[in-house]
């Protein structure tokens, strides 16, 4: 008897095999079926012609499953079809090679980010007064680097940190950069924030904190101003990119991806460089890449050695944080350059020959 039962149980178990063999060709079927239709411009799913399908199984049904049993059963192997055939037609990312296979270029009066040249993006962590804000400036003028940052909106660790002057930080940073004649980037850091900023800012900015802040990149992607989004401290590059294509999809395509270093194990520095996410993102998407040597290192000696590292692996620019007094600063004080620094960071960089910006 119990032999029996075994044979019967291997019976069972081979017809259940047969089962998973064909349900996969049924869905790798499907799937070919919607890749064509999407080639042809027809819609890859027709419910008349599934219920159809179910009527006439139900007609040459032999038993023993009942009519409601046997619907049930063809409606679910239906369903992973149909996930398959989305699946086969899948859309392509806005912001990928794939989409658009030429180099995305972003110009902002006199700036120009992606392409030939690269850009230095320079500036205090926060913006603390106008004088501070002049001394960085007239320097940067002096060399040629164009785009001022300077955050005025500050999300901090700690709720008893600085965290910035607010809109009185944007008009500061717009009255030195209309004296300077020079572009203008800040974060943002609510939705609500985007209409009153976009009279002070050229670019904005989404912090790593912000990167899947949905409801702020969406707002972000209605604007039409371009838009640096930085990585967040323990994304992958595939939720880096989505959060890129949420600003894209919403109609923006003026979109640049700043690499800032991701939080691992490692204590010497204060993130960790991820330097391959360079040429993988410019090998992927077709947008402007950047690298913030600053957050991504937390430490003035070696920003030098990672920012020529970072136009090395192809980045289109890098961003440093520089203040006139880095011991005197409200936030971030340890990675921050001084003018004298700043000079000799700007011709390390010049003088390496990797550096193609404006002298």
């Not at 090679?97 to 902002?108: A, C, G, L, P, W």
């Not at 912090?207 to 969406?218: E, H, I, P, S, V």
Request: glycine share 8%; charged share 20%; net charge negative.
């Amino acid at each position: 008897m119990n032999e029996h039962v075994e044979q019967l149980q291997n019976q069972l178990d081979a017809v259940d095999q047969q089962l998973l063999v064909l349900l996969y060709e049924r869905v790798r079927i499907a799937g070919a079926i919607g890749q064509l239709m999407e080639s042809l411009g027809l819609p890859k799913y027709d419910p008349s012609q599934e219920k159809q399908k179910i009527d006439g199984l139900a007609k040459r049904n032999p038993g023993p499953v009942d009519h409601a049993a046997l619907e049930q059963l063809f409606k679910a192997i239906f369903a992973l079809s149909q996930d398959r055939q989305q699946a086969g037609g899948q859309r392509k990312l806005l912001v990928s090679r794939q989409t658009k296979s030429e180099d995305t270029i972003i110009r902002v009066k006199d700036a120009i980010i992606g392409g030939s040249a690269h850009v230095l993006i320079a500036g205090p962590c926060s913006v603390e007064s106008l004088e501070q804000m002049r001394a960085v400036a007239a320097a940067m003028k002096s060399v040629g680097a164009g785009i001022l940052r300077g955050g005025a909106f500050k999300p901090r660790t700690s709720p008893y940190d600085f965290q910035g002057l607010g809109l009185e930080g944007l008009k500061m940073l717009k009255e030195v950069a209309d004296e300077f004649d020079m572009v203008t980037i800040s974060e943002i850091m609510t939705p609500s924030q985007m209409e009153a900023a976009a009279q002070y800012i050229d670019i904005i900015q989404i912090g790593a904190r912000n990167m899947q802040n949905f409801d702020l990149l969406k707002a972000a992607g209605q604007t039409n101003m371009p838009v640096l989004l930085k990585r967040g401290i323990a994304a992958t590059l595939d939720e880096f990119v989505l959060a890129a294509e949420y600003i894209m999809s919403e109609g923006n395509e003026q979109v640049m991806l700043i690499e800032r270093g991701i939080r691992t194990y490692e204590k010497w520095t204060r993130n960790t460089l991820d330097i391959s996410a360079v040429p993988l993102l410019k090998q992927e998407t077709h947008l402007p890449v950047l690298v913030d040597v600053s957050h991504s290192t937390g430490r003035k000696d070696i920003l030098l050695p990672c920012a020529k590292a970072a136009l090395a692996a192809g980045a289109d620019g890098v961003m440093v944080e520089t203040h006139p007094d880095p011991q005197a600063a409200l936030s971030d004080a340890a990675q921050q350059i001084n003018i004298d620094q700043f000079y000799a960071f700007w011709s390390g960089l010049y003088g390496s020959g990797l550096y193609r910006g404006k002298m």
